[in-house]
């Protein structure tokens, strides 16, 4: 069993930037792959990114690779997202979750494959 805790999300504005944090409880979160996801209104909810058990693998969706960076400390058991030149587009509710192994970016880029996940953190870009 996880349990997870976003944080950190907020109002912005346009080319600024923020730092998510997800904190997990659980024994089992130093083996499992991580994930962010996000949900803006009337859409489903999409991969952001993704990250392997140790930390050495990441993944990312294309529209946020090169601006976002995934990042875990297992000592501390925490999944982060820093967000750098954020845009309107990126205003949305993010989700931190939780996968089963084996990592595979074709399975972690899929919400079914996460077996438990956070309640949501708000973020909202003014342009």
């Known amino acids: 069993q996880v349990q997870l805790v976003e944080s950190g999300g907020g109002l912005v504005q346009a080319g600024g930037s923020l730092r998510l944090s997800c904190a997990a409880s659980g024994r089992t979160f130093s083996s499992s792959p991580m994930g962010w996801f996000r949900q803006a209104p009337g859409k489903e909810r999409e991969f952001v990114a993704t990250?392997?058990?140790?930390?050495?693998?990441?993944y990312y969706a294309d529209s946020v690779k090169g601006r976002f960076t995934i990042s875990r400390d297992n000592a501390k058991n925490t999944v982060a997202l820093q967000m750098t030149m954020l845009k309107h587009e990126d205003t949305a509710v993010y989700y931190c979750?939780?996968?089963?192994?084996?990592?595979?970016?074709?399975?972690?880029?899929?919400?079914?494959?996460?077996?438990?996940w956070g309640q949501g953190t708000q973020v909202t870009v003014s342009s």
């Open positions: 990250i392997s058990w140790t930390g050495t693998f990441t």
């Open positions: 979750a939780a996968a089963q192994p084996p990592w595979n970016t074709m399975r972690l880029r899929t919400t079914s494959n996460y077996d438990y």
